[in-house]
């Protein structure tokens, strides 16, 4: 999950979470850094100008960086395969266009321009795929790393929101589906290929789509009033995904239990004159249910990033509630700070919510030194 930001004004200038979300890295114009998620230490720092992309390949030595283009070395039009042990160059690819986005796993690399997407084999540098694409002047893009189901979602049109659907390892299209009618902010892949997520410029409207069949699975309701998605991210589970985070312009982190919606659903359409009428992407839109929020987060308007690192369903028997799932979710924004939280959502059987936000751990990544 990465963030690049679109003004200067923020003293972080891009946002990037490895693939497991175990570490991320965050650049500066003085600079990059690169921490472990779980503890919050500063792994490792360089340096020496301004990145538009820092991008890991999980917890190894490989970054992806792109310069900002303030010095003639650090230009926007070259991507630099870095090792951070040798603190040395490996490699280096030079396109006409600035790259806008750049995306990995163990054995593919992609390189978004904005109207081009090159595919590498990570391994040797050779290039597989060139994807002609439509303006793409935000580098918008969404990757799934698992090589099982590893798809690359890009938008497909400049009047509507449809994404492209490409499978990397096989280096075809797989499918184009219609999110919504105004264009896309927000795309992202689960880890394991199976649903993508996507948002329009509305932002009051997240969908949620099965990649295999194309089909809708899930409409959740962000708010009423139009807001700019900042970010969108998954849970880390490998069998499903239980829930998913946005961030948004509000402030505001929003939290949707994709399990939940779904025997929501099923209950309310079989119980209510209501449900039998309306189709199902309506109810799921009609119903908060599922909708925990966290509001007030951080200031309107700042850019921010967040993910869920660690999902935990815990059952509580003692008493009627029961506990659906205990989640941690980091959140960096872009004017220099880290924030984990522990959300409990417990829900009775009648399906009301009980959901509390714990702040686990907050600090200044702009302050923080090696020795932390």
């Known amino acids: 999950m990465s963030s690049q930001s679109s003004t200067a004004s923020y003293p972080i200038l891009f946002v990037s979470f490895n693939q497991d979300n175990s570490g991320f890295a965050i650049s500066t114009k003085d600079g990059f850094k690169i921490f472990d998620s779980s503890t919050g230490r ?38 630099c395969l870095f090792n951070t042990t040798t603190g040395s160059s490996l490699r280096e690819l030079n396109f006409l266009t ?29 290039i597989l795929d060139t994807i002609d694409t439509v303006p793409n ?50 795309i992202v892949l689960s880890s394991n ?21 194309a089909t809708k699975s899930y409409s959740f309701r962000r708010g009423t009033y ?51 009428i309306l189709p199902e992407s309506v109810n799921d839109v009609l119903d908060p249910g599922h909708h925990d929020v966290l509001h007030n987060a951080f200031p309107a308007g700042v850019k921010s990033c967040a993910v869920v690192r660690k999902v935990d369903r815990v059952n509580d028997t003692s008493s009627a509630e029961f506990l659906t799932y205990r989640a941690s979710i980091s959140i960096i924004t872009h004017n220099g700070f880290f924030q984990e939280y522990t959300l409990a959502s417990k829900r009775t059987p009648l399906t009301a919510v009980r959901a509390s936000w714990s702040l686990e751990r907050e600090f200044n990544l702009l302050t923080t030194i090696a020795d932390r």
């Open 42 to 79: 500063l792994c490792y720092e360089r340096a020496v100008g301004a990145f538009i992309i820092v991008e890991m390949l999980y917890s190894s030595s490989l970054l992806a960086i792109v310069g900002a283009g303030e010095q003639p070395s650090l230009s926007p039009r070259r991507i």
């Open 98 to 126: 600035s790259v806008l986005a750049v995306r990995l796993n163990k054995k593919r690399l992609v390189v978004v321009l904005q109207e081009k997407t090159y595919v590498y084999d990570v391994n040797t540098l050779a």
């Open 137 to 186: 002047m935000k580098g918008l893009c969404a990757f799934s790393p698992s090589l099982d189901a590893c798809f690359l979602a890009l938008p497909a049109s400049t009047s509507k929101g449809s994404v492209l659907v490409y499978n990397v390892m096989e280096l075809q299209s797989h499918c184009e589906i219609d999110a919504h009618r105004s264009l896309l902010a927000a």
């Open 193 to 213: 290929g199976m649903y993508i997520a996507t948002a329009s410029e509305q932002g009051t409207i997240i969908r949620v789509f099965l990649v295999s069949e």
């Open 226 to 276: 139009p807001s700019t998605i900042y970010s969108l991210s998954f849970g880390p589970s490998v069998q499903f995904q239980d829930i998913l985070v946005a961030t948004s312009s509000s402030g505001s982190v929003h939290v949707f239990s994709l399990g939940f919606a779904l025997n929501q659903s099923r209950s309310r359409r079989s119980n209510s004159f209501l449900g039998s």
